[in-house]
Every structure is written in structure tokens, then in C-alpha cells.
């Protein structure tokens, strides 16, 4: 929770009005509403879809305090340190298990390719794996690796190594193509202009592609195998990104 907090004041929790001023999106419009702008403070306090909970928990006398405040750090400074009480409960207390981030994967811009990764570590004996996904969501390419027993950080690094290697191999074989088709060398000279790289940190809710692959991974062979076509377990949280389902994660 601290952490939480220490990101919400610093600004460092991910959200589209971060996203657009970085230029990796157009819009910064809220994935929820799709009305206003996606700021920490409209997904933790003024989306329609978290509004209806803290008008449920608040006093009526407390209301329009708490939706008053214009910034975060005044707001979270005040529900921290307010002494009402919710039944027998501080309010400081109710607010922070109550604080819900909903969270969903999000397609990268037009042109762009997501590789998703995840790590798991199970006794010891770790795994990695990452999906490459298109603007759509649309599977490209998938591998999971069963690794020798390490902790987490060896087993992230070994993750990232992984699919920037997979995702090297790809584009030298794009810059190697020699189709003689028109139209392939217009893509082919698409997709070089695109050879960019931007890494990005998201909950393992809002990764759930790369997470089931890595979970399955455990009990396998050790060492790397690539998957071209999705299982039907994979196709159905394919089909829940694309769809846009969020999941909440709550932070306690
Ligand atoms: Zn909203």
C-alpha cells in the first residue's frame, strides 16, 4: 500500500493521461467511461465506474469534501488523515481497502507490436514467457521457457532477453526477405520503420496472456518452445483483451 501511495504522489501509476503526453497514444480519453480524461484521480475517485462506490461508503456529510479536491496529493492527505468513522471503522482504513484500480490490457498504437511478459516461480523452479500481439490484439507469436532454478529477477531479465531475441530474430528475417512481391516489400518496408522499442510496466491482471503461458510452463522441459498458434485457453483471454474486460485489482 505504501508503494501504492508512493506512486499516486509521484504520479508513477500508468494511465492514458501519461500515455498521451508520452505520444504513445492519441487519445487519453478513461478506458471506462470513454468520457473524460484518464487521470489517477479520475480512475481512483471521479470515473463513473468507482464514483458509485465512495458515494455508497461516505457519510452525506463528507461528500462533497471529498470530491473537491482538484489535487491528488490534498486529497489523499485528507482521507489519510480524516477522523470520521465508517461504522467502527477509521475512515483511513476503509479508504485504503477500498481503493480498486481496474485495470485491462491495452493494445499498443496503430503499427506498433505488443510483446507481453511474465515470470513464475514455483519452489524455486521458474518459467518465463512472452505473446507478440498486433494493434488489434490479434495473435502474432508466443513462446514459453522453462528455466533452471533462479529467483525472480534473474527469471525477469531472462524473460526480457528472451523476447527481445525472439523479437530480433523476426525483424533480421524481415530485413532479409528477399519476396519479389510488391506489396510484401511495401510491408516489409513498413514494419523496419517500425523497429522501436518501448518497454512498459503492467499488472499482471492487465498481462493475463503471458501469465497463463508462463503458469503452463511449469513441468515442462527445460528450455525454450515457441508457440505459432494460440490454444483455445490462450484464444479465450485473446478474445477478453480485445473485448476490453477489465479486472480489478485491489491494492491493500
Ligand atoms: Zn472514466
Request: hydrophobic share 50%; net charge positive.
Amino acid at each position: 500500500m505504501l508503494v501504492f501511495l508512493w506512486e499516486v504522489v509521484h504520479e508513477k501509476i500508468m494511465v492514458n493521461v501519461q500515455r498521451f503526453r508520452r505520444g504513445w497514444i492519441n487519445l487519453d480519453l478513461c478506458m471506462s467511461c470513454g468520457t473524460q480524461s484518464e487521470s489517477v484521480l479520475h480512475v481512483l475517485r471521479d470515473c463513473n465506474f468507482i464514483k458509485g462506490c465512495w458515494l455508497n461508503l461516505l457519510p452525506a456529510s463528507e461528500v462533497q469534501t471529498f470530491f473537491g479536491f482538484v489535487d491528488i496529493r490534498e486529497w489523499l492527505s485528507w482521507c489519510l488523515k480524516s477522523s470520521f468513522c465508517i461504522g467502527e471503522l477509521p475512515w483511513p482504513v476503509v479508504f485504503m481497502v477500498t481503493v480498486v484500480i481496474r485495470v485491462a490490457w491495452i493494445p499498443a498504437a496503430m503499427g506498433w507490436i505488443t510483446i507481453n511478459s511474465s515470470v513464475r516461480q514455483n519452489s524455486g523452479a521458474a518459467t518465463c514467457a512472452s505473446s507478440f500481439r498486433d494493434s488489434y490484439g490479434k495473435w502474432l507469436l508466443g513462446f514459453r521457457c522453462v528455466l533452471r532454478v533462479c529467483g525472480v529477477v534473474e527469471a525477469k531479465l531472462w524473460a526480457i532477453y528472451h523476447a527481445l531475441n525472439v523479437a530480433w530474430i523476426a525483424v533480421q528475417l524481415l530485413q532479409g526477405q528477399d519476396s519479389g512481391v510488391y506489396r510484401l516489400q511495401s510491408l516489409i518496408i513498413n514494419c523496419r520503420a517500425l523497429i522501436r522499442f518501448r518497454v512498459v510496466k503492467i499488472y499482471r491482471e492487465a498481462n493475463m496472456v503471458a501469465d497463463y503461458l508462463a503458469s503452463s510452463a511449469h513441468g515442462g522441459v527445460f528450455g525454450m518452445s515457441l508457440i505459432d498458434l494460440p490454444s483455445s485457453s490462450i484464444k479465450l483471454l485473446l478474445d477478453a483483451d480485445c473485448m476490453n474486460v477489465f479486472h480489478d485489482r485491489i491494492i491493500n
